[in-house]
């Protein structure tokens, strides 16, 4: 069981750290609602990727193999929500945060609840949306799992792809909730949300085409 949960640890943590729409709008939330938004985002992409793993067991790769269009359909309605977030990014590129330092301390420090869980909701579908997620465990990491593991054991890798996703996105959003990288944004936010915005957009046509 231990080297069944290392396997998965170390092949499913190369897929959590390469770079993505995940983690292009884990940094953007730290830099603009501070760490407990980072955080919530976070546990949103975790638990996007507990679903894929999910599918993937249950019979998501076959799915696809019987019903390639739905992989296509898939496709395209991530990559339009990749899309339409990367045009929100560059229409609000040019507009100032205008905020006081009163306003910015109170919206990075305390968020409330439903805030939170906007973050979370946004990041579930951010990862969902990712045709990324579908090919990687359909069809790398159903071979990661024994065919007649116990529901014990699923229940053990589940719990690693959450905590490699969680983990890596919290660093991810530990370092651009930094005061320092938060104040450079601000002096160049209207770069910044276009070049992030444009790598948004690459993402979604790359999986629109693939």
Known sequence: MSQILLTVFAVHLVAAISPGPAVLMTMRTAMTGGM????AFAT???????IWAAAAVLGLATLFQFA???LI???VIGALYLLHMAWKMWRGAAQPLGL??????????????????RCTLRATLTQLSN?????????????????????????????????????????VARIFSLERTRAGYTRLKSPIDRVLGTLLAALGIKIAAF
């Open 68 to 70: 390639p269009k739905l």
């Open 36 to 39: 407990r938004r980072g955080a």
């Open 73 to 75: 359909a898939l496709r």
């Open 131 to 171: 045709p990324k997620g579908a090919i990687f465990f359909g069809a790398v990491f159903v071979t990661l799992v024994p065919h007649d593991a116990s529901p014990g054991l699923f229940a053990a890798i589940l719990a690693v792809v959450f905590a490699n996703e969680v983990l890596w996105n919290l660093l």
């Open 100 to 117: 006081t330092a009163a306003e910015v301390e109170a919206k990075t420090a305390a968020p409330g609840a439903r805030a939170l869980l």
């Open 44 to 50: 949103g992409v975790g638990i996007g990727a507990v």
